[in-house]
Nanobody
Framework: QAHLVETGGGLVQAGGSLRLSCEVS????????MGWFRQAPGKEREFVSA????????YYADSVKGRFSISRDNVKNAIYLQMNSLKPDDTARYYC???????????????????????WGLGTQVTVSS
């Protein structure tokens, strides 16, 4: 089974940037589709971004498109979320998730669903001040 650890959260002013990292244990990372979700107080868990196991396909929520960028390093067993032009509405706890079934997701409809993922990290807090 996979163990996911997120780092890189913090406090930043509106318009600033942060880069989140998610490190995955084990030797099967290359077989995992990966995603980022977030949850703010009073809100449901929200899809942010996803990347296919090969890194060839990426997906973004409309709310972050053009500002956030997801990437992965299959040698380091890690994925990243570069967050630019941060807004107060981006304030949330950000979670990394892994889908362990090779080829399970084929498009956005699958990646955006939290139920598609098998493993989750404990999250890292991002707070954006106005």
């Amino acid at each position: 089974q996979a163990h996911l650890v997120e780092t890189g959260g913090g406090l930043v002013q509106a318009g600033g940037s942060l880069r989140l990292s998610c490190e995955v244990s084990g030797h099967t990372f290359r077989n995992y589709d990966m995603g980022w979700f977030r949850q703010a107080p009073g809100k449901e868990r929200e899809f942010v971004s996803a990347i296919s196991l090969s890194g060839e396909s990426t997906y973004y929520a409309d709310s972050v498109k053009g500002r956030f960028s997801i990437s992965r390093d299959n040698v380091k067993n890690a994925i990243y979320l570069q967050m630019n032009s941060l807004k107060p509405d981006d304030t949330a706890r950000y979670y990394c998730a892994a889908q362990a079934g090779r080829g399970y997701c084929s498009g956005l409809g699958c990646y955006v669903s939290a139920s598609s993922y098998d493993y989750w990290g404990l999250g890292t807090q991002v707070t954006v001040s106005s």
